[in-house]
């Protein structure tokens, strides 16, 4: 399902575990070739937005921050009214969109995106919270189309056993992809982009 011909991704995952960084770094390897914009929700500020505004190659015009003045959860899954205002407005400055991303942050791993919201979803963790993150199985890491486990670089100095992190998301995951990533040195982004490429713009049929 698309809106307006735009595909609508989710970001969702705790805060600080790299979603934003992530847009980033997916923007910067493929907004050359496809249309992409971003949407950020924060509870009180923008930050977020700001962030991507100052990093990403995406122009301010395809970026939009959304206040969402209560806990983000909420408006991207039970009232979405607030986001699909900015999908709107997003559309209308740019009706040649092909990929939007709708970041929301969390302090849990419950959180999970209003299918009338979101075509598709990505859920980010990291390593440095902890070996025994994917046996917690929240609903962000079960029910995402895509699970990216970020900074797996700092596991030595937490004590993380990659391995055994690696084993016990297969089994949360079952037969759904999940991807371990290293976002400052780019380690496990080609991974990302061929899932978005062939499972979300599935540019091999085209």
Not at 37 to 66: C, F, H, M, Q, W
Not at 120 to 134: H, L, M, N, R, T
Not at 149 to 157: C, E, G
Request: charged share 25%; net charge negative; hydrophobic share 40%.
């Amino acid at each position: 399902m698309t809106h307006g011909g735009v595909i609508r991704i989710g970001v969702g995952g705790p805060v600080g575990a790299g979603k934003t960084q992530l847009i980033e770094r997916i923007t910067r390897r493929m907004a050359i070739d496809v249309s992409m914009a971003a949407i950020t929700n924060d509870i009180y500020t923008i930050e977020d937005a700001k962030i991507l505004a100052a990093t990403s190659v995406l122009p301010e015009d395809r970026i939009i921050g959304v206040e969402t003045g209560g806990c983000p959860h909420t408006a991207i899954r039970e009232d979405t009214s607030m986001n699909d205002a900015a999908v709107e407005e997003m559309l209308q400055r740019h009706p040649d969109l092909e990929v939007l991303f709708i970041e929301s942050g969390g302090d849990n791993l419950s959180a999970t995106f209003s299918p009338e919201l979101v075509d598709f979803s990505i859920y980010v963790i990291d390593v440095a919270q902890g070996e025994k993150i994917p046996r917690k199985s929240g609903q962000g890491m079960i029910k995402s189309d895509l699970l990216v486990i970020n900074k797996m670089d700092l596991a030595p100095y937490v004590g993380a056993n990659l391995d055994v992190m690696r084993r016990d998301t297969e089994i949360v995951r079952t037969d759904k992809p999940f991807v371990f990533t290293n976002l400052k040195t780019d380690e496990g982004l080609d991974e990302v982009i061929h899932w978005l490429q062939h499972d979300v713009l599935m540019s091999d049929l085209a």
